[in-house]
């Protein structure tokens, strides 16, 4: 048995950012490509079941690692016990000294060499490691005629970035949206140091996955004519993120999507009306509407559904009906699917999925936050306006826990109603069941300690406890003598009492369940839900 060694350093070190430019009615998803340099020399490194391993923005070799080396035609395993940049490989095979070698990473005992191609094969399915890539799926290849060997990445990768909230992310899959082979059965160009998939149009990358981790999944190199698509699977469901455009990836690069999608709907703005970034997000109370307020000047404006590669526009034209609905139409991308801005200004946008309807207030037609009047005895102003946006919780119901940064007893944000982008005068909680802690209730004079009863709340335009305006109940109820509640069920409609009288004492008492909460301070009611 003849034994040779082989010391090889592979080193993939990240060179340099770019951004790509990007149309905003075209293109859903950053991505920034990350160069990968090739290493300079080689003496040889292999490894077996396990591939050379990410560590920052160094491929390195692991023990174990295993390559096939061809010394012509035959071919052998050679293994290491090394780890770092370069390792040495032995085999306990037999093998002959030619003087002329291919070798290829993974180990691959299927794999043939003939003619200057080597076929293997690049896993379709392939495991998530954090941090790296599946070492069964980083091809490299290496040519010499010494036992000095340089290897070189044959695969592109997908780089993304689970973010926080995604635990029960399952895989992540890319496809090209021509049908282009990316995985499975391939070939290697030895001396172009080329790889072409012909076997699968799908390559996955399957969890366990960590929030706020990245991962890399490897494909073949090729241009995608007409884009990719990355499809999410999670196990509320499955959303893909498409890109439209032709977009190359190179051999032994990174090109990074960022963090993948979350799944929420959303219409990105573009256009040269648009100064800043900015979207139409979907609407807590309804899912099929998407809004936002926004600083618009003199130009053209795009919509585009984030990730679906498709524009709204007017049906006809390029104009707006100022203030109230227009029809619009969901399509491919088209330089003439645009919106004409005429004033500079502050613009809502409202659309509706449901209806194609799209809502646009000009500054002419703009609706202005609702304000009240009222008493600040903590600022000693009175009169003292205020714009309404935001609602405070306050009562019982949460034991008047306060969160640190509160002066006063009973204020959580997270108990906030949010001010809806699509209409200021509504205000939606969506959340955690509410509580129904205990607390003093003072009904007609007689004072009961509540535990687990009823929870009851007013709604309050600041977190100041003593003379705010609130929005309170119609039960009957008098300012240091007694309070009150109306008892409510969920799905159906109250009405509240907006001021800061006797009103302020009137409550309503939570039903069972309720994790959301509609306050409408312009038509004065209130709904609690279970979402």
């Known amino acids: 048995m003849n034994k040779m060694y082989f010391l090889a350093a592979l080193a993939v070190i990240a060179a340099g950012c770019a951004k790509e430019a990007k149309t905003p009615a075209v293109e859903e998803f950053e991505e920034t490509p990350e160069v990968v340099i090739e290493p300079s020399s080689v003496v040889f490194t292999a490894g077996i079941d396990t591939k050379a391993v990410l560590d920052g923005s160094d491929v390195k070799w692991v023990a174990g690692d295993a390559i096939t080396i061809w010394n012509g035609s035959a071919a052998a395993e050679f293994t290491t016990t090394d780890s770092g940049a370069s390792a040495t490989f032995t085999t306990t095979g037999t093998f002959t000294e030619t003087g002329t070698y291919t070798a290829l990473y993974p180990h691959d005992g299927s794999a043939v060499f003939s003619a200057g191609t080597v076929t293997t094969t690049l896993p379709e399915a392939q495991t998530a490691a954090s941090g790296t890539f599946d070492p069964a799926a980083n091809l490299a290849v290496a040519s010499s005629s010494t036992t ?9 990768y997908l780089k993304f970035t689970v973010p926080t909230g995604m635990d029960d992310l399952t895989s992540v899959s890319f496809k090209g949206n021509a049908g282009q082979k990316v995985a499975g059965a391939a070939a290697v160009n030895v001396g172009d140091k080329a790889l072409t998939a012909t076997g699968s149009e799908t390559a996955t990358l399957s969890g366990p996955f960590t929030e706020g981790s990245t991962y890399y999944l490897a494909i073949a190199p090729q241009t995608f004519t007409g884009g990719y698509t990355v499809t999410i699977t999670r196990t509320g469901g499955t959303y893909t993120m498409v890109s439209g455009k032709d977009v190359t990836f190179s051999r032994a690069t990174a090109r990074n999507i960022g963090n993948l999608w979350d799944g929420k709907a959303k219409v990105v703005l573009g256009g040269s009306a648009l100064g800043a970034a900015a979207s139409l997000e979907q609407t807590l109370e309804n899912e099929n509407l998407f809004a936002a307020v926004v600083d618009l000047t003199a130009g053209d404006l795009t919509l585009t559904q984030y990730m679906q590669n498709k524009v709204i526009a007017p049906v006809s034209g390029h104009d707006f009906n100022d203030g109230t609905t227009t029809p619009v139409a969901v399509s491919a991308p088209d330089a003439d699917k645009y919106i004409t801005i005429s004033d500079a200004g502050k613009y809502r946008i409202i659309y509706d999925a449901s209806s194609n309807n799209l809502t646009i207030q000009s500054p002419a037609t703009f609706v202005a936050n609702k304000s009240v009047s009222y008493n600040n005895t ?15 919780m306050w009562g019982g119901f949460n034991g008047f826990a306060k969160d640190a940064d509160q002066a006063k007893a009973g204020f959580q944000s997270k108990y906030r109603l949010l001010q809806s982008a699509a209409n200021p005068y509504l205000f939606v909680y969506s959340g955690t069941v ?54 409510c069920d969920l799905d159906s409609q109250y009405t509240c009492v907006g001021g800061q009288g006797n009103n302020r004492y009137a409550y309503f008492g939570i039903p069972d369940g309720a994790n959301y909460v509609e306050v409408d301070i312009d038509n004065l009611t209130v709904v609690f839900k279970a979402k």
């Open 148 to 156: 000095d060997l340089t290897f070189y990445n044959l695969v592109s």
């Open 378 to 392: 903590v600022d000693k102003i009175n009169p003292y306006n205020q714009e309404v946006t935001e609602l405070w």
């Open 434 to 487: 509410l509580p129904h802690s205990s607390g003093n209730y003072n009904s007609k004079n007689q004072v009961t300690n509540e535990t687990n009863g009823s929870g009851w709340l007013t709604f309050l335009v600041s977190n100041i406890e003593n003379n705010v305006y609130a929005y309170g109940s119609t039960a009957e109820a008098v300012r240091n003598t007694y309070t009150n509640r109306v008892d």
